[in-house]
């Protein structure tokens, strides 16, 4: 994946695994999907479209040097990256975007988000 051409489709939307979070009640739970949240594998993912303030206008990152480790973690090109950009952008963009080693097509390889 080129990241620069892509210009953080991952800076623009945060999950959560509620995982991480207090377990929440059968009501919040309740809540929760009928606002589009889904199990995956037994895991409930929230999901917010909040573009990062450090994303710049020409798409990189100004704290790059000193950005969170979460977003040092998210693996160039791993699953969850494209279904962000399959998510985010369209095909022609993810044309200009992929690397040789990345599938062919947005839609090749990458589960479809129930979001």
């Not at 993912?45 to 704290?63: K, M, V, W």
């Not at 040789?100 to 090749?108: A, F, L, Q, S, V």
Request: charged letters at 25%.
């Amino acid at each position: 994946m080129k990241c620069h051409e892509c210009r953080g489709a991952c800076c623009e939307v945060f999950e959560v695994p509620l995982t991480d979070l207090r377990p929440p009640s059968n009501d919040a739970l309740t809540w929760l999907m009928l606002h589009g949240q889904t199990i995956t594998e037994g895991t409930i993912r929230l999901r917010f479209a909040c573009r990062c303030t450090a994303l710049t206008r020409e798409g990189s990152c100004d704290i790059y040097n000193d950005r969170p480790q979460v977003c040092q973690d998210m693996p160039v090109g791993g699953t969850d990256c494209l279904g962000y950009v399959r998510d985010r952008r369209t095909p022609e963009e993810y044309a200009l975007i992929r690397d040789n080693d990345d599938p062919h097509t947005i839609h090749e390889g990458v589960e479809a988000w129930q979001f």
